[in-house]
């Protein structure tokens, strides 16, 4: 061959081809050690399972204090049924949480006279697309994403209570996810950098539109 950039190239990679056909022809096939060690794939269900048990524990601290009155939700009971009573300082800390980031959301959509879209990693049994409808102030669209688990329960509870589903426009409903003309439910490890962003396309997030990231 002559010694040209594509030349080297192509005989560098006929030599890394030949090589590793030599190497894989004289290793001697190996046959997995038994038992399979397990304790890597268990512990990682296991961090799966503890981080979608968040979403319960935090789903209960909000419709304790919404029971209290320290702010108004009328459907985190469409979420998780009445609880044990949590400590003040619980119920301040989600009180500042939660309408820390109420605020930011609103003024977001005023600012962009609600041409822009919302998207919320984790967001668990989030209410904040209903009350955001129920004052006549929602973006476009939401985007919504979380472990199939959550969003398998989250959509059966939208299926079956009216006030959340009549809040829909179009909506088609499924233990997979919901999709609708304003509000999206979405099944995707957010860890997942490569699925996530094909999940948000599919469900036709607009690249063009002022967008803000909740997690």
Known sequence: FKSTDESREYCCCESILTLSISVSMLSPFRYPKW?????????????????????????????????????????????????????PDINRGYYVRTQGCYAVVKKFVSLTAGDCQIVSLGAGFDTLYWRLHDEKDTPKCVYEVD????????????????????????????????????????ACDIRDTVSLPQHLLQAGIDMSLPTLFIA
Not at 57 to 74: M, P, S
């Open 35 to 87: 038992p399979l060690d397990l304790k890597p794939i268990e512990s990682a269900m296991a961090e799966d399972e503890a981080v979608q048990e968040t979403n319960d524990e935090a789903t209960a601290c909000k419709r304790c204090a919404v029971e209290l009155g320290y702010w108004k939700d009328d459907y985190i009971q469409c979420f998780m049924k009445s609880t044990e009573r949590r400590t």
């Open 147 to 186: 472990f199939k688990q959550v969003v398998a329960r989250k959509a059966l509870s939208i299926r079956n209570k009216r006030k959340l589903n009549e809040a829909l426009i179009e909506a088609k409903i499924s233990s997979s996810g919901v999709t609708s003309k304003t509000y999206h439910l979405i």
